[in-house]
């Protein structure tokens, strides 16, 4: 597979009249190779011609040799990126060099043009775009791995959710329990906030604790594979007001009716729109300030988008979140948040933890 993937970026070089490509990003590089490390440059893999090549060093040899599908492993001594040096190709004149000015640090690329001083660094970001976001059937059943490791391990800690256990610790456990049910790690921070928080998107757990008729926000995901997944679910402690289920119910519906427009060839920014504007209809379209999706893979952040901003067409194999949201500063917030397969007819979401208001 790794094989089909590069020969595909390979189409792209030529399509953009480049000699090569360097990648940096190590979740590109492990989709591209099957190389994984710690951090961006513990591999790094160069493309060109009909030749690619995954330059680490000592500590990953093991595992190059082992993992690496599609390209040539060059184990290195001292800086990685002086070993360019050692090609005669990149040394031609002008040998146009593409690159992602997105992951590409200001440091890397200098040392690139330091060790290649006849190369001609080209921002390649087109040759990226779409990588990975159409999931073939061993993505789709990692994906589908972790929400189901998420939906368990959520299901699991209900049982705690009381007045004053504090948010950091449900966090923990909650990944706890992720760890138990086979995620290799988080897929981040899980974020885990109550009462007056639950306003912050993107809040982190304190050790603020549990109060009575506090919302709950879980924000979360696992790792299988090195593909993740990314859910949102929002309980009550003890019983809910009137108010609370009334922004609860409108989310809700507003995350229904986006579902229900999602299916290949459709517009990302339609589908956000149908949240936007039965959230807006009722009366809270300034407290949802946030897009309705993104696409997952081995990033948390991938694409195509749902947003008012830019207007991915989906396609069959997206795997996408679906998550309004109202947020109420000093009051509160809800979020639900599933992953969800586009099909060529429709969509299937892949989440089976409840919707419902839990009132625990």
Avoid at 70 to 96: C, D, H, M, W
Avoid at 128 to 138: P, S
């Amino acid at each position: 597979m790794s094989a089909t993937r590069i020969n595909t970026l390979r189409k792209h070089l030529r399509e953009q009249n480049l000699d090569g490509l360097v990648v940096i990003n190590r979740n590109q590089v492990r989709y591209l190779t099957g190389f994984y490390g710690h951090e961006d440059m513990d591999g790094f893999l160069v493309v060109y011609g009909s030749k690619a090549i995954l330059f680490t060093d000592f500590r990953y040899t093991d595992h190059a040799r082992d993992a690496v599908r599609g390209a040539r492993v060059e184990v290195v001594t001292g800086a990685k990126i002086a070993a360019l040096n050692q090609y005669s190709e990149f040394g031609r004149p002008n040998f146009r060099l593409g690159y992602h000015s997105g992951t590409m640090t200001v440091a890397i690329l200098e040392q690139i043009n330091k060790t290649l001083p006849n190369a001609l660094m080209v921002p390649a970001e087109t040759v990226f775009a779409e990588l990975g976001w159409v999931k073939d059937q061993g993505e789709l059943a990692s994906i589908t791995k972790a929400v189901r490791i998420a939906d368990v391990a959520f299901e699991r800690i209900l049982c705690l959710v009381a007045p004053g256990i504090r948010e950091r610790d449900l966090a923990a456990e909650l990944e706890y329990q992720m760890c138990v049910l086979g995620s290799e790690k988080p897929a981040f921070e899980s974020a885990v906030v109550s009462g007056y928080r639950t306003a912050m998107p993107h809040g982190l757990p304190t050790s603020k604790k549990l109060e009575k008729g506090d919302f709950v926000t879980f924000d979360f995901g696992a790792t299988v594979d090195g593909y993740v997944c990314d859910i949102t679910r929002t309980v009550v402690v003890g019983k809910a007001t009137s108010r609370q289920k009334k922004i609860y119910d409108i989310v809700l519906k507003a995350q229904l009716a986006a579902i229900r427009k999602i299916k290949a060839g459709a517009s990302g920014k339609a589908v956000d729109k149908t949240a936007r504007d039965l959230i807006t209809r009722a009366g809270y379209g300034k407290y949802f300030g946030h897009g309705t999706g993104h696409g997952i893979s081995m990033e948390v952040h991938s694409g195509p988008s749902l947003s008012p901003r830019v207007d991915h067409k989906l396609k069959a194999g997206n795997v996408i979140t679906v998550e309004p949201g109202i947020y109420i500063s000093g009051w509160g917030g809800v979020r639900i948040e599933d992953d969800v397969l586009v099909t060529r007819t429709g969509c299937r979401v892949l989440n089976r933890a409840p919707k419902k208001l839990l009132e625990l």
